[in-house]
Structure formats: structure tokens, C-alpha cells
Antibody, heavy 117, light 107 residues
Framework: EVQLLESGGGLVQPGGSLRLSCAASGFTFSSHAMNWVRQAPGKGLEWVSGISGSGGSTRYADSVQGRLTISRDNFKNTVYLQMNRLRVEDTAIYYC??????????WGQGTMVTVSS | DIQMTQSPSFLSASVGDRVTITCRASQGINNYLAWYQQKPGKVPKLLMYAASTLQSGVPSRFSGSGSGTDFTLTISSLQPEDVATYYCQKYDSAPYTFGQGTKLEIK
């Protein structure tokens, strides 16, 4: 069974840092791009970042470029999102999502990040 | 960047109705278009990819069409369990932008 399990969310002050993790199982992890998508309370979906299967290619939304860094460990079947210089507007549920042919065919349950003083 | 615009933002229909949601890209994206369903309090779920290919396990009352800039998601006969917010997404190249969502309720 394909599973994605996010962790690492929590409450952080503006300007602070957090690292999210997404542990994958049930599929050949290194063969799939992985993505992070966020959803602010009561709002729609926003793609944040993506990384290729090998980890050699990364992409970011303009809203997070330079502050968030995606990475992966194909031995641990885990994708990460390092979040620095966090802002109040980064408050959201963060989902990791598995890419297949470009579309996101599996999503984790999400982890909540709250940026507040 | 390419913008994705859905219409309507809100839709109320009766059980058994045929429902259509539209998604428009500001530039052509060939058929690199996916549709997702997010039920209240739940995780988004992939319904359709490549504009018109049904994801495994999705009921056949869902269908998609379009290419280039204009796309539609159709539910042929609305069921109570279809209450959800529906999102389109482009995935031709980053950023993989979502539409703003269409909230569907039962009248």
C-alpha cells in the first residue's frame, strides 16, 4: 500500500525555521518526483516545491524561492522541506504528494505549520 | 507564469443533475491538466490526468475534456458523495499552478 506520512509541523515565530519530513512506502521512491503543496486555512491549494526522482532537479514557487529548500534521501525514502525565514503567510497545512507522469496521484495526510508570535 | 482560472467558484445542483466545471489556462498547456477532488476535511484526491484520463478507481460518471487553454470536468449524474471542492492543475512545467477551486454542493 502506498503511504506518505508527513511530520515536523508546529508553531514557530516569524523569522524562524522548521524542517518538514515525508516518509514514503509502498512504491519505488527514487522513480518518482515528489512535491510539497500547501493549503492555508479556508483557502485553496498552492504548489510550493518539487524535486525529481534523482534529486538533481528542484523547482519552487516564487512565493517561497530563497526561503524554502526541498531535498530527498532515496535511501531513507524520505523527502524534506527546510523552511527558513518563515512568515505569517506561510501558515498552512503542508502536504507531500507523489508525482506520476506529472500529476499528483498520492497525497499524505498533511502537517500543520503555524507561524505566529 | 501561466494562470489557471476556474468557473464557477461555487455551484449548487440537484442529485442526478449533469454538472460542468470549466478551467482556463492563460496560455496553452497541451493536455497537461489534472483535476482533483477535495471533500470537506479530507486530503485532495486525483480524479483525472492528461485532461481526460480517469484515475483508477474513480467512478465513470466523471469525465474530462479539452486541450490547449480550455478544459472541462463533467459529472454526468451528481451524487450526494460528490460534494467537494474541485481543483484543476497544470503540470506541463513549473510552477504547477492550481485553479482557485470550485465548491460543489447539493441543492
Amino acid at each position: 500500500e502506498v503511504q506518505l506520512l508527513e511530520s515536523g509541523g508546529g508553531l514557530v515565530q516569524p523569522g524562524g525555521s522548521l524542517r518538514l519530513s515525508c516518509a514514503a512506502s509502498g512504491f519505488t521512491f527514487s522513480s518518482h518526483a515528489m512535491n510539497w503543496v500547501r493549503q492555508a486555512p479556508g483557502k485553496g491549494l498552492e504548489w510550493v516545491s518539487g524535486i525529481s526522482g534523482s534529486g538533481g532537479s528542484t523547482r519552487y514557487a516564487d512565493s517561497v524561492q530563497g526561503r524554502l529548500t526541498i531535498s530527498r534521501d532515496n535511501f531513507k525514502n524520505t523527502v524534506y522541506l527546510q523552511m527558513n525565514r518563515l512568515r505569517v503567510e506561510d501558515t498552512a497545512i503542508y502536504y507531500c504528494a507523489k508525482g506520476t507522469g506529472g500529476a499528483f496521484d498520492m497525497w499524505g495526510q498533511g502537517t500543520m505549520v503555524t507561524v505566529s508570535s | 507564469d501561466i494562470q489557471m482560472t476556474q468557473s464557477p467558484s461555487f455551484l449548487s445542483a440537484s442529485v442526478g443533475d449533469r454538472v460542468t466545471i470549466t478551467c482556463r489556462a492563460s496560455q496553452g498547456i497541451n493536455n497537461y491538466l489534472a483535476w482533483y477532488q477535495q471533500k470537506p476535511g479530507k486530503v485532495p484526491k486525483l480524479l483525472m490526468y492528461a485532461a481526460s484520463t480517469l484515475q483508477s478507481g474513480v467512478p465513470s460518471r466523471f469525465s474530462g475534456s479539452g486541450s490547449g487553454t480550455d478544459f472541462t470536468l463533467t459529472i454526468s449524474s451528481l451524487q450526494p458523495e460528490d460534494v467537494a471542492t474541485y481543483y484543476c492543475q497544470k503540470y506541463d512545467s513549473a510552477p504547477y499552478t492550481f485553479g482557485q477551486g470550485t465548491k460543489l454542493e447539493i441543492k
